[in-house]
């Protein structure tokens, strides 16, 4: 940001073009740099999707940790919003959760 602040506020065309060519550079840098680490055993990941009633949740992270999700919803759903849950469509871990 502040290099795109500098780069409007120069005056100068030549000084200009080396701030964007020193900004592509950064850009470029950055770009090679993992935005976190994959082998942090800290890391999680919770996705939610919304399909006009109905919703799915994606976790990344420990299966323990999905299933105290779940059963925390589980709970909630009936006893504070009063909403059925469908069993038949609910708690069912896609194949890709249960072989690992």
Do not use: W
């Given at each position: 940001?502040?290099l795109?602040?500098?780069?409007?506020?120069?005056?100068?065309?030549?000084?200009?073009?080396?701030?964007?060519?020193?900004?592509?550079?950064?850009?470029?840098?950055?770009?090679?740099?993992?935005?976190?680490?994959?082998?942090?055993?800290?890391?999680?990941?919770?996705?939610?999707c919304?399909y006009?009633?109905?919703?799915?949740?994606?976790?990344?992270?420990?299966?323990?940790e999905?299933?105290?999700?779940?059963?925390?919803?589980?709970?909630?759903?009936?006893?504070?919003?009063?909403?059925?849950i469908?069993?038949?469509?609910?708690?069912h871990?896609?194949?890709?959760?249960?072989?690992?």
């Amino acid at each position: 940001m502040r290099l795109n602040r500098r780069i409007d506020q120069e005056p100068d065309p030549v000084k200009r073009q080396e701030l964007i060519e020193c900004k592509q550079d950064v850009h470029r840098e950055m770009q090679t740099m993992p935005s976190k680490d994959p082998y942090d055993p800290e890391f999680r990941r919770l996705r939610y999707c919304r399909y006009a009633d109905d919703f799915a949740l994606r976790v990344i992270g420990p299966k323990s940790e999905a299933m105290e999700i779940f059963e925390a919803i589980k709970d909630f759903l009936p006893q504070t919003l009063k909403l059925e849950i469908a069993e038949e469509k609910s708690g069912h871990l896609s194949k890709q959760g249960k072989s690992s």
